[in-house]
């Protein structure tokens, strides 16, 4: 069974202090990983997608990046407009298309 | 990317009620999704609905509870059926980008309280 974990469960910053949230993950065979950001009372935004060990994307201050077990997402120079509930997923590499989540970090960032 | 509609974005529903949410997509997908949202928790896939094809629905979710349509490539309902207070939650509609199936976008989603 595929499986999404995601620590902190919260986590607390001010502005411009530069973090990192984790996600570990157990699926058969991995197609990919997603990284969302979610508001309050809205639906999940796409960050990124990951296929494959080794691979990092960037955009703005954020970056992914994805190990064999792991991804993390490395928050830099953060704002409050960071503020939000970012949730991780797995893709497993068999034939269901469909995502297997994390329960998400809830970030908060202070002025 | 694809754009997703929802309708509704929220409704306020009598217990033993049914509601049925709408979702709309801006191109021809092969696959969308259902997902619930349970307050304060993440996303729990109800089911996956293929155009021609009947609903196939994850373990604790069953059709005559969440009935789902797809008649074509860019429309599917889902239907909450006989409602209690436990299904008050954010329902979310999903599709894979048309190109690759690599990336996968949401709808705003359905945010149902039972009463």
Avoid at chain 1, 19 to 48: A, H, I, M
Avoid at chain 2, 98 to 103: A, K, M, S
Wanted: contains cysteine; proline residues 5%; charged residues 20%.
């Amino acid at each position: 069974e595929d499986q999404v974990t995601q620590s902190p469960e919260a986590l607390r910053l001010q502005e411009g202090e530069s973090s990192s949230l984790n996600c570990s993950y157990t699926v058969s065979g991995l197609r990919g990983l997603f990284w969302y950001r979610q508001d309050p009372g809205k639906g999940p935004e796409f960050l990124f997608t990951l296929y494959s060990a080794g691979e990092e994307k960037e955009k703005e201050r954020l970056k992914a990046t994805l190990t064999k077990k792991e991804s993390f997402l490395h928050i830099t120079a953060p704002k409050p407009e960071d503020s939000a509930t970012y949730l991780c997923a797995v893709q497993a590499g068999t034939g269901r298309r469909a995502l297997t989540f994390g329960s998400g970090t809830r970030l908060q960032v202070q002025p | 990317s694809a754009v997703i509609s929802q309708k509704p974005s929220r409704d306020i529903c009598q217990r033993g009620t049914s509601l049925t949410i709408q979702c709309q997509v801006d191109s021809q997908v092969t696959m969308m999704f259902w997902y619930r949202q349970q307050p304060g928790q993440s996303l729990t896939l109800i089911a996956t609905a293929n155009q021609g094809s009947e609903a196939t629905y994850e373990s604790g979710f069953v059709i005559d509870k969440f009935p789902i349509s797809r008649p074509n490539l860019t429309f599917s309902t889902l239907t909450v059926s006989n409602m209690s207070p436990e299904d008050s939650s954010i329902y979310l509609c999903s599709v894979l980008s048309p190109l690759g199936n690599t990336e996968a976008f949401f709808g705003q989603g359905t945010r149902l309280t039972v009463v």
